[in-house]
T-cell receptor, first 115, second 110 residues
Framework: KAGVTQTPRYLIKTRGQQVTLSCSPISGHRSVSWYQQTPGQGLQFLFEYFSETQRNKGNFPGRFSGRQFSNSRSEMNVSTLELGDSALYLC??????????????FGSGTQLSVL | DQQVKQNSPSLSVQEGRISILNCDYT??????FLWYKKYPAEGPTFLIS?????DKNEDGRFTVFLNKSAKHLSLHIVPSQPGDSAVYFCAANNGNQFYFGTGTSLTVIP
């Protein structure tokens, strides 16, 4: 079974631009979660999608948005980029993140640098 | 509001000795706990988990202990190997979403 695929692996943008990150979950998984990792902050939860619906949202500004398609692939968009948005963005998939004893499977992440 | 905390940012251990990584949580509704291991430039990979109905779970060199009254869990690695050098994240699930700690960077010295 193929793992979670995130594209692109690396991205360099300038302040004010917008960016779209893509995630293809493991086949059969309907839940996709997005996390931001910065040094010292661990994994900060952005949002979770299940069957094309956003079920949970973390404490991030509205510049961060996402969506999920009918094939469970997900995209995350960040508009009006700020220097502080530089981070590793991780996508994780599971059958259903709300089911007990489920675990998340992570992609390799997209390293975003904002200059 | 950090509901899952790893208070030690780093830990160094000699090869062959025991590594103990600690994690504290505040939400008593958490019923499932996990440990993930992360190498640089890679995503976290699942290591071991424990349900709140248990107090110990073993998988080879890795053992996770859960103390619900203290809201504390720990990961023991015995014996530690240089390949174990990585960042370790603990995570908890309350049936709604996963919460992660800030990570502990483990260095195993040959």
């Amino acid at each position: 079974k193929a793992g979670v695929t995130q594209t692109p692996r690396y991205l360099i943008k300038t302040r004010g631009q917008q960016v779209t990150l893509s995630c293809s979950p493991i086949s059969g998984h309907r839940s996709v979660s997005w996390y931001q990792q910065t040094p010292g902050q661990g994994l900060q939860f952005l949002f979770e999608y299940f069957s094309e619906t956003q079920r949970n949202k973390g404490n991030f500004p509205g510049r961060f948005s996402g969506r999920q398609f009918s094939n469970s692939r997900s995209e995350m968009n960040v508009s009006t980029l700020e220097l502080g948005d530089s981070a590793l963005y991780l996508c994780a998939s599971s059958s259903d993140a709300r089911v007990g004893n489920e675990k998340l499977f992570f992609g390799s992440g997209t390293q975003l640098s904002v200059l | 509001d950090q509901q899952v905390k790893q208070n030690s940012p780093s830990l160094s251990v000699q090869e062959g000795r025991i590594s103990i990584l600690n994690c504290d949580y505040t939400n008593s509704m958490f019923d499932y706990f996990l440990w993930y291991k992360k190498y640089p430039a890679e995503g976290p990979t699942f290591l071991i988990s424990i349900s709140s109905i248990k107090d110990k779970n073993e998988d080879g060199r890795f053992t996770v202990f859960l103390n619900k009254s203290a809201k504390h869990l720990s990961l023991h690695i015995v014996p530690s190997q240089p390949g174990d050098s990585a960042v370790y994240f603990c995570a908890a699930n309350n049936g709604n979403q996963f919460y992660f700690g800030t990570g502990t960077s483990l260095t195993v010295i040959p």
